[in-house]
Nanobody
């Protein structure tokens, strides 16, 4: 089994940058897909950025060109918010997918406001 923990959330101004990190513990070698989802109030949880296997990262349409995802190590994935927009406000959840199981972190709040 795998446990995911996020860090790096907080308040950022529009146009500002923020780096989120997720650290996995447990049998992390089983994680095939690794990335981030988010949920804003009143909206469904949506995919933000995801690394699937050895492929290049994919991004949600609303964050393309503004976010960068990297898998820094077997057990670490980072989301760099390059240019934040107010619409990016929400709870960001680390996501890991093994062959059988799906894992979620508890979430970290990101607020984009002046």
């Amino acid at each position: 089994q795998v446990q995911l923990v996020e860090s790096g959330g907080g308040l950022v101004q529009p146009g500002g940058s923020l780096r989120l990190s997720c650290t996995a513990s447990g049998n992390t070698i089983t994680i095939i897909n690794f990335g981030w989802y988010r949920q804003a109030p009143g909206k469904q949880r949506e995919m933000v950025a995801l690394i699937r296997g050895s492929s290049s990262p994919i991004y949600g349409d609303s964050v393309k060109g503004r976010f960068t995802l990297t898998r820094d190590a077997e057990n670490t994935v980072a989301l760099q918010i390059i240019s934040a927009e107010p619409e990016d406000t929400g709870v960001y959840y680390c996501y890991g997918r093994a062959r059988i199981d799906t894992y979620w972190g508890p979430g970290t709040q990101v607020t984009v406001s002046s």
